[in-house]
């Protein structure tokens, strides 16, 4: 079946550091790809999407680009800010038997991310 | 504000109690979901309904009873809760593409239950 792995938090970083958050997947066919985010006693953001291989997804200076050779969709952003501190989720939608995912999204565990001023 | 909502925001009840949750969203879409989040903040689908037709029934005990009225309404019915189904659930919509896929989904601000 459809999995997600993230990398392991938390992260801990300091205002104006550079983020990586590890995602690969495994999936049949060609998944959509997605990060949300979820801050403090907050429901789920989307934050950004790929649909399809080599699709680059941004938003708000995060960025995260569709690798299918890789199977990965790793989240990037250049200066991280206070604001940024939020638990971070790769998601996929994937297909299931018959062709279609009925939208049904696979999470990665999260990963807990602060940071300091 | 169009958004997607859930009630209540907070639920407290006793082992063995039936308790609902309710969830509407005005954004139009034709497709809403429930998803649970636990205490690691590992989140899980649990059931999907499109057009009042349910078309996710994960693996889910058959306490947990999902009802739409409506397009713009689900809610989760939960029979002789248990010390485990304490958790945050998570209502989500979204609606579906003139190809046949799904569009992204919305989530709103989740319902956070314990059970003592």
């Known amino acids: 079946g459809d999995s997600v792995t993230q990398m392991e938090g938390p992260v801990t970083l300091s205002e104006e550091a550079f983020l990586t958050i590890n995602c690969t997947y495994t999936a049949t066919g060609y998944p959509s790809l997605f990060w949300y985010v979820q801050y403090p006693g907050e429901g789920l953001q989307l934050l950004l999407k790929a649909t399809k291989a080599d699709d680059k997804g941004s938003n708000k200076g995060f960025e995260a680009t569709y690798r299918k050779e890789t199977t990965s969709f790793h989240l990037e952003k250049g200066s991280v800010q206070v604001s940024d501190s939020a638990v971070y989720f790769c998601?996929?939608?994937?297909?299931?038997?018959?062709?279609?995912?009925?939208?049904?999204?696979?999470f990665g565990q999260g990963t807990i991310l602060t940071v300091h001023p | 504000d169009t958004a997607v909502s859930q009630t209540p925001k907070y639920l407290v009840t006793q082992m063995g109690n039936d308790k609902s949750i309710k969830c509407e969203q005005n954004l139009g879409h034709d497709t809403m979901y429930w998803y649970k989040q636990d205490s690691k903040k590992f989140l899980k689908i649990m059931f999907s309904?499109?057009?009042?037709?349910?078309?996710i029934n994960e693996t889910v005990p058959n306490r947990f009873s999902p009802k739409s009225p409506d397009k713009a309404h689900l809610n989760l019915h939960i029979n002789s809760l248990e010390l485990g189904d304490s958790a945050v659930y998570f209502c989500a919509s979204s609606s579906t593409m003139t190809s046949g896929g799904y569009n992204e989904q919305f989530f709103g601000p989740g319902t956070r239950l314990t059970v003592l």
């Open positions: 309904y499109n057009n009042k037709e349910l078309i």
């Open positions: 998601a996929l939608q994937g297909l299931v038997a018959g062709g279609t995912s009925y939208g049904k999204l696979t």
